[in-house]
């Protein structure tokens, strides 16, 4: 608290005065979460929440002579996560916050000026609390206690838990964070965050107008392109909700997480931070943008950004695609992006030969001009997307019913900012026939194996089997006079299929000699590999002995 005055410029009198002011009033009222007619706050007073969690006050953020009026945590003063006054710093220490005749919240400068106002009407009956969360609300003083006014409604560049970021749909009012202007000026700075409501909602970082970087769309379980959501999905519990009266994101903390803030730096770095009480500092959870492949756009049109990939050639061209400008892409300008190599087949939207080409583990490109379809499958979803030419690739919207997912997002223009990420999700790609050649859909890698090792080997066996139980071996036998253990290859026989059931050993012991060794030729195609291949993995040494019995 006493670092948020101004100790250089005042003597030690202003110091020492509003110290014992704050003293007895949070000694003599418990309600100190609570700002009314009956008191207003001056510089060196606050409000502090009912558990102590939040502090309100007048702060000055650096060096500069210029005090603002804002809620910190209380263990950090630095760690304010909104202001009343940032583009209006008040120059001296004698402002103050009160409530009107009009229940209007006002911050006065010393000559009795309105500096910042919440601008809403009420009556003078109103009351002001800082909450628990952070929040400071405005409600009215009579019986319905409506809140008029609270500063979760109008964030600075923080977003605590149960705040939100997006649009409300009726109003069309927008809620958004800005960053500061720099390190110590509140000032209203270049950087937005906002949830982009158009098409797939999504989270995008602003420079200005421009978009410099994008969470991916929210897929119903994280945003796209921050998997990471999902290695803290035990502290947070996302909302992200789509309704006709509002978009929006917001987290809340699940009981027992330490305190924790979304802040979008004066630098333009959005980075989610966790109070590590024992170190007594904030923990970075997750920071965007990442890398080189999180900049907005860095492979142009139909690019695709691989970070892990070596520092000059991390932008490649989706498949079937070629660099639009190669000159320019050799020199490392990736700019103008990529341009199909074949033209699709539109087939009159009926027999086009066109197919998709999946992409694995991508962040998903822009959707802001994505159209949505939230009530079909993802299969309605590929004949909807091959049955007009201008989609161009499509994907589920929603992966948490899990599987491949349901709903369809389909994508109509340039491919915008699309990436490889750890954990990410497909992207179904429209093709033209020739470029899907050797795309296959993936073989089952186990079934591969098991068919490769097992067959040749069963096949080996099986020979031994069966040549065992062959007059050939009898007479074989005889001509050596050498002495074997039967038993033990019926032993061992049941134990390369197992699923042959147990009354079959009999058969084994006894029938299997009558059987000749042309037989099992025959019924195994003179063991070719070939034919036993066709059948695959155990089921051969069945069919086999089927035969055998018949
Ligand atoms: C609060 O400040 C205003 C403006 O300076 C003043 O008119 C009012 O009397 C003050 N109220 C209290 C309770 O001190
Ligand atoms: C209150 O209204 C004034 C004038 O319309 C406007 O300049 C100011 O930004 C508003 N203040 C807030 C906190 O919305
Ligand atoms: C409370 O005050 C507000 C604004 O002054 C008014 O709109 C509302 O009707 C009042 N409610 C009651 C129950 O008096
Ligand atoms: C990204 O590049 C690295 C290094 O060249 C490579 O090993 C990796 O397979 C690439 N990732 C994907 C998904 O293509
Ligand atoms: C078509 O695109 C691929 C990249 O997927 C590229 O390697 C190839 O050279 C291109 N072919 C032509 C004819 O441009
Ligand atoms: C969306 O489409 C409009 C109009 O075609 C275009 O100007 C804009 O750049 C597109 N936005 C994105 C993010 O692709
Ligand atoms: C294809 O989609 C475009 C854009 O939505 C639409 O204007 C057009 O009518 C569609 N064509 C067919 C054949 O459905």
């Keep these: 608290m006493w670092s948020k005055n101004q100790p250089h410029l005042h003597s030690l009198l202003l110091i020492v005065v509003p110290f014992l002011l704050v003293s007895t009033a949070s000694a003599a009222n418990p309600g100190s979460d609570i700002l009314d007619k009956a008191r207003n706050i001056t510089d060196g007073e606050t409000l502090v929440s009912a558990g102590g969690s939040f502090t309100l006050g007048f702060f000055p953020p650096g060096m500069l002579g210029k005090r603002y009026l804002g809620i910190w945590f209380s263990m950090d003063e630095d760690a304010i996560c909104w202001v009343a006054n940032r583009d209006r710093p008040l120059t001296d220490a004698r402002g103050a916050l009160m409530i009107s005749d009009r229940g209007n919240l006002l911050l006065i400068d010393s000559s009795g000026q309105v500096v910042w106002s919440s601008n809403t009407t009420g009556t ?24 008029t006014w609270q500063s979760f409604d109008h964030p600075s560049n923080t977003l605590l838990p149960g705040m939100k970021i997006g649009k409300n749909l009726w109003t069309g009012e927008e809620w958004y964070l800005t960053s500061w ?9 270049n950087f937005r965050y906002i949830t982009d409501t158009e098409g797939v909602p999504q989270n995008v970082m602003l420079d200005g107008g421009k978009r410099i970087y994008r969470t991916g769309p929210w897929n119903g379980l994280r945003f796209s392109g921050v998997t990471e959501m ?18 929006t994101y917001g987290y ?113 490109p822009d959707t802001h001009n994505a159209s949505v379809d939230a009530s079909i499958t993802l299969e309605e979803c590929r004949t909807r997307c091959l049955a007009n030419c201008s989609c161009l690739a499509y994907a589920p919207l ?71 139980f062959s007059p050939w071996r ?41 059987v000749s060794l042309h037989a099992v030729v025959q019924a195994t195609g003179n063991f070719s590999e070939a034919n036993i291949i066709g059948k695959g993995g155990f089921s051969v040494i069945y069919k086999v002995l089927i035969i055998s019995y018949t």
């Design 181 to 189: 202007h720099s390190a110590d000026d509140p000032a209203t700075g």
């Design 230 to 247: 999902g290695t803290y999905s035990d502290m947070f519990i996302y909302r992200l909700t789509s309704s006709p009266s509002e978009i």
């Design 124 to 147: 003078a009956s109103t009351t002001v609390q800082l909450l628990e969360s952070g929040n400071l609300v405005s409600r009215d003083g009579n019986a319905s206690g409506a809140i």
């Design 474 to 514: 009898r007479r074989w036998n005889r001509e050596r006079i050498s002495v074997d253990n039967p038993p033990r290859v019926v032993d061992n026989a049941p134990r390369v299929e197992e699923n042959v059931a147990p009354p079959n050993l009999a058969l084994l012991t006894t029938s299997f000699p009558a």
């Design 398 to 468: 929603d992966l948490k019913g899990g599987g491949t997912g349901t709903g369809c997002i389909i994508w109509r223009e340039d491919l915008m900012d699309l990436r490889h990420v750890d954990g990410g999700q497909s992207l179904f790609l429209r093709s033209a026939k020739s470029e899907l050649g050797e795309v296959q859909p993936p073989k089952s890698f186990p079934t591969g194996i098991v068919i490769g090792v097992t067959v040749p080997l069963v096949t080996i066996i099986l020979a031994l089997v069966a040549f065992w």
């Design 252 to 364: 809340v903390a699940k009981a027992g997480t330490p305190f924790s803030r979304l802040v979008l730096t004066d630098d333009g770095l959005f980075r989610r931070l966790v109070w590590d009480g024992s170190s007594r500092a904030w923990k970075i959870f997750f920071q965007g943008p990442r890398d080189i492949c999180d900049q907005y756009g860095r492979c142009g049109a139909f690019g695709l950004c691989n970070a892990s990939a070596p520092s000059t050639s991390f932008c490649s061209c989706v498949r079937g695609f070629s660099p639009a400008s190669p000159m320019q892409w050799k020199m490392r300008d990736t700019s103008n992006g990529c341009r199909r190599n074949m033209t699709l087949d539109c087939g009159n939207g009926i027999s086009t030969t066109d197919g998709f080409v999946v992409m694995q583990g991508v962040k998903l």
